[in-house]
């Protein structure tokens, strides 16, 4: 089998993955449940007990626009550090391996 053949097998079997669970719950939304994750019965459990959370909040920022821009600058920023610290031990496993030879 050459490598077209297994590019087109593949590719269609990414396509029936992607597919087949979209035809398999189209027209089931929110009501039944299907997509909501944990985060949205456990907020509903909790709002269901009476409980009333008492933040305190040092500064709410201004619109949920700067909010989503701040958590996306704190990905970011993680990120960067991350892809540093990746790099620079590839950095020194490449030094490594060179000094061996």
């Known amino acids: 089998m050459n ?3 297994k ?3 593949l590719l269609i079997l990414v396509v ?3 597919v087949v669970p ?3 719950y189209s027209g089931l939304g929110e009501d039944e449940g299907y997509f909501s994750g944990t985060d949205d ?3 509903r459990i909790v709002e269901e007990s009476g409980y009333e959370p008492h933040p305190i909040l040092l ?3 201004p619109s949920p626009e700067i909010e989503s821009l701040l958590f996306a600058v704190q990905a970011a920023i993680g990120g960067v550090i991350l892809g540093y610290f990746i790099g620079k031990w590839q950095g020194q496993a490449n030094l490594k391996n060179k ?3």
Request: glycine letters at 0%; zero cysteines; charged letters at 20%.
């Open 3 to 5: 490598n077209t053949t």
């Open 7 to 9: 590019n087109i097998i």
């Open 41 to 43: 019965v456990a907020s």
């Open 16 to 18: 029936v993955i992607a």
């Open 99 to 101: 000094e061996e030879d």
């Open 59 to 61: 500064w709410e920022p």
């Open 22 to 24: 979209m035809v398999m």
